[in-house]
Each structure stands twice: as C-alpha cells, then as structure tokens.
C-alpha cells in the first residue's frame, strides 16, 4: 500500500479540475462585477450559501483561502475589499486562481503547500480564514484547527466546509445500501486503499464530530453559529439527510 496519500490526492484533484470538476470552475467576469458592487454569494458546503453575517468587514481584511483554490471564493472576496491569499496543494486549483487574477487585474498570493503541516505564515497575520469543505482528504485533522488558531489574528474569523461521514457510508453510484463501516479511513483497509486509487476518488476520510467541532474547540475557538446542508442530488439529497456541517468559530480577543 502506496501512504503517500497526499501526493496522490493532489495528482487526483488536478485530474479532476481538467476534467471541469464542480469546485475547480473560476467565476466569470459578470460575477466579479456584481461582487465589486457588493452583490456576491460563496459557499462552504454545496448548496447553500454562507450567511453575510458570518463576514468581518471585507475592505482592507486579510483573508486565508485554506484549500481554497479554484476561482471561487478568493475572486470575490477581493472584489470586496480584501487582500486575499490561497493555499491549495493543487497546482490546477491554483491555475484557476491565477486566471481570474490576470483577468480582472488584481494580485493574489498564491501558495502551493500541504496544510497537514505548519501553515507558511506568521502568528496573528489573517482577520478571515475561509476553509471550505476539504479535510476530508486528510486522516488528522487535529493540527489544522490548531494551525488555523496560531494564524488568525484576536477576533478572527474561522468559516469552515466539513463532511460529517454519511456519504461514505455508501458505493459512489448508488445512496441505498449501506457498503463501506465508518470511520472510512483507505489507510487502514487495503482493499478499500485499492478500489479508491482504481476508481480515481483519491484517499478520503471520514471524520467526526468530536474531530470536526470538538477539533476547533480545543484548539481554543469559540463557535459562534453553525448549519448543515445536503449534496443537492442524489437518493441521499431526496430524502433530506444532512451530509454536510458549516461552522463559523472565532478565536477570542
């Protein structure tokens, strides 16, 4: 069994942003617009949008895009006012971002890094951390809260994306029969290791929520609102069964 999982989830997610994977299209010129004219709407889970209210005030903040890339989310934050910087281990994602970037005319910081280990950034340097849906593809997630923590600054904001585990419960093609135990984890299961470098899903995990909202607590965050959300298709999605957790947590002045 092949451990390097992080190389593999980042050769996997290029994949599939050339592919048109959903969360690696850049925004058009239309949308930017609207956002520089405080018209805009992004999203931490798949479909709903993040409440205007979990925001700080965006003109002049400085704002982490935490395995972020894609054009998505960074665009229209500076259209608002801030200075944005992206860490994505994918090179693809970060493509997206530099594209927008050239086309709108503005600069961005663009780091490509792993953030399983310590952030590349001094203590107290962001006002936001904008973290969508993503640690899923990584087995601890314990030391990102923590460096999420050290990064933002007293009053920060930490707005995050997080799989509670029920999808990986079930075969990617069907969403009625219960195949796969939790917690999903390919590193400790050969078989399952194989059928997902085979079908091309990269090495994901499931976590709980000890690990997902306990995780932010301890790493001394304070949570200040919360909602779930669905994958907005699919058997799962038709009955209305929460796949989805969105948090907003604050690291106290």
Same mark, same amino acid.
């Given at each position: 069994?092949?451990?390097?999982?992080?190389?593999?989830?980042?050769?996997?997610?290029?994949?599939w942003?050339?592919?048109?994977?959903?969360?690696?299209?850049?925004?058009?010129?239309?949308?930017w617009?609207?956002?520089?004219q405080?018209?805009?709407?992004?999203? /931490?889970?798949?479909?709903?949008?993040?409440?205007?209210?979990?925001?700080? @005030?965006?003109?002049?903040?400085?704002?982490?895009?935490?395995?972020?890339?894609?054009?998505?989310?960074?665009?229209?934050?500076?259209?608002?006012?801030?200075k944005?910087?992206?860490?994505?281990?994918s090179?693809?994602?970060l493509?997206?971002?530099?594209?927008?970037?050239?086309?709108?005319?503005?600069?961005?910081?663009?780091?490509?890094?792993?953030?399983?280990k310590?952030?590349?950034?001094?203590?107290?340097?962001?006002? /936001?951390?904008?973290?969508?849906?993503?640690?899923?593809?990584?087995?601890?997630?314990?030391?990102?809260?923590?460096?999420?923590?050290?990064?933002?600054?007293?009053?920060?904001?930490?707005l995050?994306?997080?799989?509670?585990g029920?999808?990986?419960l079930?075969?990617?093609?069907?969403?009625?029969?219960?195949?796969?135990?939790?917690?999903?984890?390919p /590193?400790?299961?050969?078989?399952l290791?194989?059928?997902?470098?085979?079908?091309?899903?990269?090495?994901?995990?499931s976590?709980?929520?000890?690990e997902?909202?306990?995780?932010?607590?301890?790493?001394?965050?304070?949570?200040?609102?919360?909602?779930q959300?669905?994958?907005?298709?699919?058997?799962? @999605?038709?009955?209305?069964?929460?796949?989805?957790?969105a948090?907003?947590a604050?690291?106290?002045?």
């Amino acid at each position: 069994m092949n451990k390097d999982y992080i190389q593999i989830n980042s050769e996997t997610i290029d994949g599939w942003v050339k592919n048109g994977w959903e969360w690696g299209k850049p925004i058009d010129h239309d949308t930017w617009v609207k956002a520089a004219q405080g018209d805009w709407k992004v999203y /931490l889970t798949p479909t709903k949008s993040v409440p205007g209210d979990w925001f700080c @005030e965006m003109k002049g903040a400085r704002v982490l895009g935490l395995a972020s890339g894609g054009g998505q989310q960074m665009p229209i934050f500076t259209a608002a006012g801030a200075k944005c910087t992206v860490l994505d281990y994918s090179e693809e994602q970060l493509r997206m971002e530099k594209l927008v970037a050239d086309r709108e005319g503005y600069t961005i910081d663009l780091i490509r890094a792993d953030m399983t280990k310590p952030l590349p950034f001094e203590a107290e340097s962001f006002d /936001l951390i904008f973290h969508p849906v993503s640690n899923c593809y990584v087995e601890d997630v314990l030391p990102i809260w923590r460096e999420c923590f050290r990064v933002l600054k007293k009053g920060g904001i930490l707005l995050a994306g997080l799989d509670n585990g029920f999808n990986y419960l079930f075969g990617e093609e069907e969403e009625t029969t219960i195949r796969y135990r939790l917690p999903y984890n390919p /590193l400790k299961d050969e078989a399952l290791y194989e059928e997902s470098v085979k079908n091309n899903w990269g090495i994901q995990f499931s976590h709980t929520i000890e690990e997902q909202i306990g995780g932010q607590l301890a790493a001394g965050f304070v949570l200040k609102d919360v909602y779930q959300d669905t994958n907005g298709y699919g058997k799962l @999605e038709e009955y209305g069964v929460p796949t989805f957790w969105a948090t907003k947590a604050v690291k106290p002045v």
